[in-house]
């Protein structure tokens, strides 16, 4: 599962959101970036949408993309 491009565009441009995405496991924010850019499976992780979600007030349905099937 991926993260929507509105997920995307809040991590990307909220410093203080990629903060707390960084103290979650220690990562650097260059991993962070990598992730954002690869639309990585590694922030769907629960502790990441958890975060993501109590920053921005998204809820797990505009986090997640949906396929269109």
Known sequence: ???SEKAL???R???N???KL???NSK???TI???ITANSD???MPKYISVIAQHTGMNESEIFEHSKN
């Open 22 to 24: 960084m103290l979650v």
């Open 33 to 35: 970036k990598r992730w």
């Open 9 to 11: 565009l809040a991590i």
């Open 1 to 3: 599962m991926a993260l």
């Open 28 to 30: 650097s924010e260059y």
């Open 13 to 15: 441009t909220d410093s």
């Open 42 to 44: 590694s922030l769907t």
């Open 17 to 19: 959101l990629r903060a």
